[in-house]
């Protein structure tokens, strides 16, 4: 259930049974050679349309811009983004609205995990919740990767499950590099180009759609039980 679908005479009768809604946060950022940029968005819009469908919360319209490498902002044609401060305010700003109105809580669901991108949202509100939602535990599922990285071996297997016809399995290639040498990248210190990067990091080739199940229904739970805990589903 979308709010921006709604007239606002239903959303004051929603306000009256419910106090939460869900943003889903997007990119407009690149995904290796084998994956769209709007990867992230629609993952997290999935996400909240199910938890919408099954417990009745407001979806609100997507944020779909959000803070990348600047190694990507650079290098990778079609991928832009805001600054902090940006995502921090738009933030803070469509909330405090939507707060004054009745709205308690908020749940900004997030398939980027930039450091800087998390942290504008979780400083935008004290009434925010932030889900990571590749932050669940994956190591049992993966062959070449603990966690997820980057349009890698746990990512492809996502979309792969959710939407296999935007996936091009044929041009995908798997490209590693340590966490000691991509760190000052992550920590957006070092911009200049990476031999051999093409986007990704992580073993896409590896990816699967039973993988991809399995991983979105720990990422569906984790979304869940952190809704639950604020005790409002
Ligand atoms: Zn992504």
Known sequence: ??????????????????????????????????????????VAEKMCDEISDKYGILV???????????LDNNTMTGTTGISYEVLKETLRSITEYWNKQGFKHFFAVSCHGDIFHIKALQ??????????????????????????RHACES????????YPELVDMSVARDFDISIDIFMPYLE???????????????????????KGKAIYERMLKNLENVIKNVGVI
């Open 1 to 42: 259930m979308k709010l921006n679908m709604l007239k606002y005479t239903e959303i004051k009768e929603y306000l009256k049974e419910k106090d939460s809604l869900l943003i889903p946060i997007g990119t407009c950022e690149q995904h290796g050679l084998h994956l769209p940029l709007c990867t992230d968005t629609i």
């Open 60 to 70: 609100a319209p997507t944020v779909n811009y959000g803070i990348n490498l600047p």
């Open 123 to 148: 400083d935008s509100s004290k009434n925010i919740e932030v889900i990571e939602t590749y932050e669940v535990e994956q190591k049992d599922l993966l062959e070449k990767q603990v966690c997820t």
């Open 155 to 162: 990512e492809t297997s996502v979309m792969l499950y959710l």
């Open 188 to 210: 957006h210190k070092k911009t200049e180009v990476i031999d051999g990067y093409i986007g990704n990091v992580g073993y896409s080739t590896l990816a699967t759609r039973e």
